[in-house]
């Protein structure tokens, strides 16, 4: 059995399926094919790691005619997390939302969102790309509205919009791509490029002959919209605004979804954009301007969430500080030193996993927190400590990485891009990584400082299920435990990456 389709089709016919289901067994069917499909993404780790990078064409037919699914050790390892994620997740949700109005419309936009994932992942093309993205924000949109509140359905309005015109942007930014290379596979573009070399290049952009002039400004038009619409999809700073009222006011699993993948699904895509079109269509200095933004949005990110008064708006404000760090990949990598690049490859993907895990465990934490005081102010936690132990400490497993301390994986990954800031000369991105780091460790602290504080005699704290905090503790657990053994996974995601050997077109890379 080809994994590839079944790892796509199968989470979309189970969402198709679900509606069928009688609602009290959705939780516990949802579950068991969340197991099921993780072994599933396991396997195929497993066979790319041992195989190399596995390819089918559905249908038979080949690209650009039909619709072509690849896994390298990038995409399997994104598989992989999706699962890692989601089983939880759905453990979470299974025993949370259970006899709540929103559990009927739950679990079939879980698995819509999940099939558009793997979907994203796995795509060998723009276009297809496209169609996961369309999938993915009207899952989400939909996951958000859930609460039917007038809060909600606001951030979900909000979020819908800005969905869209990421969308729209990528959508028009893919058209020009085929008027001028006449294909919109990964490969054929990749090879284009290639065979086009970088004086071909060079010579088009200083105005030589007519036909590579053209190819050469439309694809570097394409390349602006596209990755403004995918800026505005990851929410990176300035164009972050719809994404605390969404992640802040969802439920607690639809929070730990959106902020641990959904808003990496738009920078998965633009960094391979970025390997595909090479270092000749993505200069420097448009690398220095999303290194530049996303260290903006570490400390705006970080110091709003310094301010928030609600504890799950804090955790989202977290998330759009994190998120600044993995735009640092950007100006580190466009260097003219293969070292430098490989090491930014690394701490980019060690960086995006551990805050998958971190945030996800974070946001389940924080919604048993809110459980179990019944208010959603950080105020009011007052006393939890003596009570809800396990969650407390789930948040503060997550928050480890967060904060970047040794041993989590959090500490690895901005160790490994401290070392390709220093091999590449650009020092100003290590105050980036320091000053991130502080910040995350004030709005922690800040937190626990309530927790801990003994106020006013009170023993009605309520009891979530063990099962909704043995959820958010494997998650937070694993933030911390990567960092332990991260070579192996980093070993992983190299398979099939040209950066396995070096990077092409830099000084040092591979021929």
Known sequence: MNLLPALVMGPLCVALATVLLPLRWRGPVGVALALLVTAAAISLLVEVVGAGPQTHALGGWAAPLGIALRADGLAAGMVVLSAAIALPCALHAALGLRGTGTEDGFWPLFWFLWAALNGIWLSADLFNLYVGLELLGLAAVGLVALKSSATALAAAMRYLLAALLGSLAYLIGVALLYAAWGSLALADLERFITALGPAALQEAAGGGASRPLGTH???????????????????????????????????????????????????????????????????????????????????????????????????????????????????????????????????????????????????????????????????????????????????????????????????????????????????????????????????????????????????????????????????????????????????????????????????????
């Open 217 to 511: 400004a439309t694809t570097v038009v394409a390349l602006t919209l596209m990755t403004v619409g995918l800026l505005l999809k990851t929410a990176l700073f300035p164009l972050h605004g719809w994404l605390p009222p969404a992640h802040g006011g969802a439920l607690p699993p639809v929070s730990a979804l959106l902020s641990a993948l959904v808003i990496k699904a738009s920078l998965y895509i633009l960094i391979r954009l970025w390997l595909t079109l090479g270092p000749d269509l993505t200069p420097l200095a448009l690398g220095w301007l999303l290194g530049a933004l996303g260290a903006a949005a570490v400390f705006w990110g970080g110091w709003m969430a310094l301010r928030q008064a609600r504890l799950k708006h804090l955790v989202a404000y977290s998330t759009v500080a994190q998120i600044g760090y993995l735009f640092l990949f950007f100006p580190l990598f466009g260097v003219a030193s293969a070292e430098a690049a490989r090491l930014a490859w690394d701490g980019t993907l060690l960086m995006l996993v551990a805050h998958a895990l971190a945030k996800a465990g974070m946001f389940l934490a924080a919604g048993n927190l809110v459980l179990a005081v019944g208010s959603p102010q950080i105020a009011d936690l007052t006393g939890i400590s003596r009570f809800r132990p396990l969650s407390l400490m789930s948040f503060g497993l997550a928050g480890v990485s967060l904060m970047g301390l040794p041993p989590s994986a959090g500490f690895t990954a901005k160790w490994l891009l401290l070392q390709s800031a220093l091999a590449s000369g650009q020092w100003v991105w290590i105050g980036v990584l320091v000053g991130g780091g502080l910040l995350s460790a004030a709005y922690v602290f800040r937190v626990f400082a309530h927790a801990f504080v003994e106020g006013p005699a009170r023993d009605r704290f309520a009891s979530p299920p063990l099962g909704l905090e043995l959820s958010a503790l494997l998650l937070g657990s694993a933030s911390v435990v990567l960092g332990l053994a991260a070579q192996a996974p980093l070993d992983w995601l190299r398979v099939g990456n040209a950066l396995a050997g070096g990077v092409p077109g830099l000084a040092g890379g591979a021929p």
